[in-house]
């Protein structure tokens, strides 16, 4: 009995060291993309280009914006980049990333976010969270979630 358990246990360990070592990989994947991804999010505003913002999310996406409903769907990004443009004059911002959590089909990112004007002056700075979606055109945005820290 002890010889045919032994050899379980450590095909066990081996599975879940590898399984751990996906994981990993995996997270680093997402990492790179994320930070590619945030690199060029804000030239969709500078550019006034809504291909470029639409483009880092999911088609089943939520954008879960600050004191107002949730804009879920397929045409969800392209009526939150017009609002952002149109409507709050939004051209250029920055994020900066706390960490990044989790594996496999998502990974949660944590950061910081600054927006500005046309002028380059601060409009806003706060928090977000965005839960990335493993897609067949890589890493999107599936959840993205963000509140000012202004009154």
Same mark, same amino acid.
């Given at each position: ?5 032994? =050899? ?19 997270? !680093? !994947? ?5 930070? &590619?991804?945030?690199?060029? #999010?804000?030239?969709? *505003?500078? %550019? ?9 999310? &999911? =088609? ?5 914006? =600050? ?5 879920? +769907? =397929?045409? &969800?990004?392209?009526? *939150? *980049?017009?609002? &952002? ?8 911002? %920055? *994020?900066?990333?706390?960490?990044? #959590?989790?594996?496999? !089909? #998502? ?5 910081? #976010? ?6 380059? %002056?601060?409009?806003?700075?706060? %928090? ?9 055109? +890589? ?13």
């Amino acid at each position: 009995m002890k010889h045919t358990i032994l =050899p379980l246990i450590l095909l066990l360990l081996i599975a879940v060291c590898e399984q751990g070592k996906a994981q990993t990989n995996n997270l !680093e !994947e997402a990492r790179a993309a994320i930070i &590619a991804s945030n690199d060029i #999010y804000f030239s969709s *505003f500078e %550019k006034g280009d809504s291909s470029i913002f639409i483009d880092r999310y &999911a =088609p089943d996406v939520c954008i879960l914006p =600050p004191n107002s409903p949730a804009v879920c +769907g =397929p045409d &969800a990004a392209a009526k *939150f *980049f017009r609002i &952002a443009y149109n409507d709050f004059g939004l051209r250029g911002g %920055k *994020f900066t990333i706390i960490d990044i #959590y989790g594996g496999g !089909e #998502y990974v949660t990112e944590y950061g910081l #976010y600054e927006s500005r004007d046309a002028t380059g %002056k601060l409009m806003d700075e706060g %928090k977000y969270l965005v839960l990335w979606k493993k897609t067949a055109k +890589g890493w999107k945005m599936f959840r993205d979630s963000f509140s000012s820290n202004r009154k």
